[in-house]
């Protein structure tokens, strides 16, 4: 792994993706939905993934609307996506683009913060599934498209709280850290047989639904908008993190520590 990477320093050139195929997960909203506009934006053919068709179709028609290249939709819930759902998804990508250049794992679900001696198990399974298990299924179904692409590129969303453990985060926390381990398992099993990289982008905090929910007193307005950090997710999808893998990378640098319960309130989830 090159360890003097750092797709924080990245300033992506104006026609970075071109040529590109790449696919997000949760492009509906919030990181997704500004990575997508920032990979189109750069001359990314996009595949917009997610649950609701409305949000999708959306930002399908604002990408057109500014004359950048097509993208197109592809629904799925991956809380209730069955095998056929995915083959489905997998065999219309190949069908319309012959290979996928870039996937990005962004979709995922907070569950409920609560000690793990009380948390709910069926939130705890839904929050595994959703943010692990239809990532590695969706991943799965899409690496025979990764391998035909001369250098392709696959990113795990994860978060601070997926690197050391922290009280009450739960479910949540849990999945992240099964996220940095997929990502090196695949990376390692993908090296040498594929031009295929695999990583892993903490965003830290971010502006969002999600963020909200999490730090429900928080000032919103303090944290930063989901446009302000798709440089380095540009960095990992495309040509500038050639021969990275293995990684977990951080959108942003860590912010400035706080005394006491400050302290918690501006942590990265
Ligand atoms: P968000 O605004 O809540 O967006 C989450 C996205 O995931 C939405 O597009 C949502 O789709 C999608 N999603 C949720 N459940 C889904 C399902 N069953 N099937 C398909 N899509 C589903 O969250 P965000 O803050 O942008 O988070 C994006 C990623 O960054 C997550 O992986 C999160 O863990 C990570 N992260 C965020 C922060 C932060 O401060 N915001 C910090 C660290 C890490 P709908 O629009 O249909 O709900």
Avoid at 5 to 10: A, G, I, L, Q, V
Avoid at 163 to 184: D, H, I, N, P, T
Wanted: proline share 6%.
């Amino acid at each position: 792994m090159d360890t003097a990477f750092d797709p924080r320093r990245h300033v992506p050139a104006p026609a970075e993706l071109h040529g590109r195929v790449i696919a997000i997960t949760g492009a509906g909203e919030g990181i997704g939905r500004a990575v997508a506009l920032a990979c189109a934006e750069h001359q990314a053919q996009v595949i917009l993934i997610g649950r609701k068709v409305a949000k999708l179709e959306k930002l399908h028609a604002e990408i057109l609307a500014r004359g950048w290249p097509e993208a197109s939709i592809a629904p799925l819930d991956l809380e209730k996506a069955v095998a056929r759902d995915y083959d489905q998804l997998a065999d219309a990508l190949l069908e319309r683009y012959g290979r996928l250049d870039g996937l990005l794992h962004n979709a995922g679900i907070l569950g409920t913060l609560a000690p793990i001696e009380h948390y709910d198990v069926p939130t705890w399974c839904r929050v595994m599934h959703v943010n692990v298990t239809a990532a590695f299924a969706l991943t799965q179904v899409l690496i025979p498209a990764l391998k035909k692409s001369a250098d392709a590129s696959v990113v795990f969303t994860t978060s601070s709280v997926g690197r050391a453990g922290r009280a009450y985060w739960g479910a949540y926390a849990v999945s992240k850290f099964a996220v940095e381990g997929l990502a090196q398992v695949l990376s390692e099993e993908l090296a040498g047989i594929s031009h295929v990289r695999v990583n892993a982008l903490n965003p830290g905090r971010a502006r969002t639904a999600m963020r909200r929910a999490a730090y429900p007193a928080e000032d919103l307005e303090s944290v930063p908008l989901p446009e302000s950090l798709t440089g380095p997710y540009i960095a990992l999808l495309g040509p500038a993190s050639q021969g990275v893998s293995g990684g977990s990378f951080d959108a942003q640098s860590a912010p400035a520590a706080a005394a006491g319960a400050a302290s918690s309130a501006a942590s990265s989830s």
